[in-house]
Structure formats: C-alpha cells, structure tokens
C-alpha cells in the first residue's frame, strides 16, 4: 500500500509548551483514520501542520510524496482540508463561496460550475446555495466547509471534526459520503465521538498530551477493555485519574 500521507517526528512548541510531541503515522489509499484525543491533545495542531497552515518546529510531513513545507504547493494540490470552525469570508454566499474557492484552484467556466455543483451535491447544499454563509446554522456551515474541501476532488481529505455541529441525520449522511470516498483516498478525521471511529474508520490513531499512545484497528482498540469510554480514558487520562 502507497502512503499518501506520511508524517514523521511531527512536533510544535508554543514557547515552552510542546502541543505536539514527536508525531509520526502514515495514512494508505483506502485508509480512514481517526485521530482521536482529549480536548488539547494536539489533533487540530497536528492537522494545521499537515495541511501546511502551520509551520512544524521539528519533524516532517509529506502529502502524496510532497513535503508540505519545501513543496506547499504541490503538496496542497493534492490536498482538501477541513478546518475547526466556520468557513471564512462568512459574508459570501454558499454558491459565491464555492466558486471563490473553485477559481482559487485554477477552475473557470464549465469546469467551476460543474465542480461547485457536484460539491453542492455532495454535501446537500443545494436548498442553501444563495444564503450567505453567516446567516447559515453550524452544521450547514461545516458542510460548506466540507464542501470546499472536496472541489478538486483530492486524493487525500484531512477533515478536523467534520461531524461537529451535525444533527444525527447529517452525520449519517456524512459518514455514508467518507465512506463512499475511502476505497480511492487516504483520509484522517479527528474526531471526540468514539462511535465515529467504529462506524467510518480502519484505523485509530489517538493521542493525548500530544503523544501518540495508540495505533491500532478500531476492534484492537475496542478489545483492550470493557467500553471505548473507558479504553479512552485508560489511554489518555495520566494513570492515577484513569483508575
Ligand atoms: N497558537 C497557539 N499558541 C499557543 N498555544 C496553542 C496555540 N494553538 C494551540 N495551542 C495549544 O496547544 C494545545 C493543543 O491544541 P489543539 O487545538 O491542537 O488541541 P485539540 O486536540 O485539537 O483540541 P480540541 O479537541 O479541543 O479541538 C492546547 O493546549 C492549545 O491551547
């Protein structure tokens, strides 16, 4: 299996304080990763750097063989990435944003609108298309997100919550689409809802005080104790809390 995405001693420290400590996985075509933690743990932090919004203090990071770094362009062809939050520029409308995005990318005429169509389509935009996307609840704006994410269709999504802020049934749909897109890209999504990993993803990496203390299978990370809950806890709670 060809690694898409290959981090390698990954680490930020913000002064003194080190976010992200000595991070390394590597994520295959056809791969879903979860990158689970507690609040803090380091996942968004991780995510920037991999998405090139963040310079790393050490370590390295390589999309479709592309340091993110020496070669953020290429590196970020080949790349959708789904930022915490709203999307910016929250005055444009749904449409105006996507086609924004899609001009960005180098599409025009046929292509933007095909594109920006099948993005809509995607992520059920279409009913929303000509509201401004400030005047849109949380969980349509992390579709919109979701949606510029996906424009050029990337071999590799880099998705930080992207069920945050969905009702059960826009979850459902948003899972059922990641799943639709695994078999042909390498995908990380971060994510605090433990079912999420059983339901959408081959692989668990999880992380707390920006460590990596699992990598495993959804079921390897299952079997080591009672409930995820409390395998959670046992991995990312300091020993003396978990007990
Ligand atoms: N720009 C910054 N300056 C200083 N500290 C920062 C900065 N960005 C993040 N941090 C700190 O780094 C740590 C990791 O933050 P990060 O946002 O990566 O965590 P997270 O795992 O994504 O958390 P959450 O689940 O709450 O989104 C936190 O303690 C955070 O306060």
Redesign the pocket.
């Known amino acids: 299996m060809t690694a898409l995405i290959e981090i390698e001693r990954l680490t930020k420290r913000?002064g003194a304080?080190t976010?992200v400590d000595d991070v390394s996985f590597t994520v295959a075509k056809g791969e879903v990763v979860g990158f689970l933690?507690p609040?803090?743990?380091?996942?968004?932090?991780t995510m920037r750097m991999l998405a090139g919004f963040m310079t790393p203090t050490s370590g390295t990071a390589r999309i479709c063989g592309d340091d993110v770094v020496d070669k953020p362009v290429a590196a970020k062809r080949h790349l959708g990435f789904l930022p915490?939050g709203a999307p910016t520029y929250p005055e444009m409308t749904v449409t105006g944003f996507l086609e924004f995005c899609g001009r960005a990318r180098g599409f025009h005429r046929s292509e933007l609108q095909d594109r920006v169509a099948k993005a809509m389509a995607l992520t059920q935009l279409e009913g929303v298309r000509l509201q401004p996307v400030e005047t849109l609840s949380k969980g349509f704006k992390r579709r919109v997100g979701l949606a510029a994410a996906l424009l050029h269709d990337p071999a590799v999504l880099v998705l930080d919550e992207p069920t945050d802020g969905l009702d059960p049934n826009q979850k459902h749909d948003v899972r059922n689409l990641i799943l639709a897109m695994a078999p042909t890209k390498a995908i990380v999504i971060s994510t605090?809802i433990l079912e999420e990993v059983g339901a959408v993803c081959s692989r668990a990496v999880v992380i707390a005080r920006g460590r990596v203390v699992a990598d495993e299978t959804p079921a390897e990370l299952a079997a080591r104790g009672p409930s995820m809950d409390a395998v959670f806890r046992s991995l990312t709670l300091p020993a003396a809390e978990a007990a």
């Open positions: 913000f304080f976010a933690g609040n803090g743990a380091g996942k968004s932090t915490e605090h």
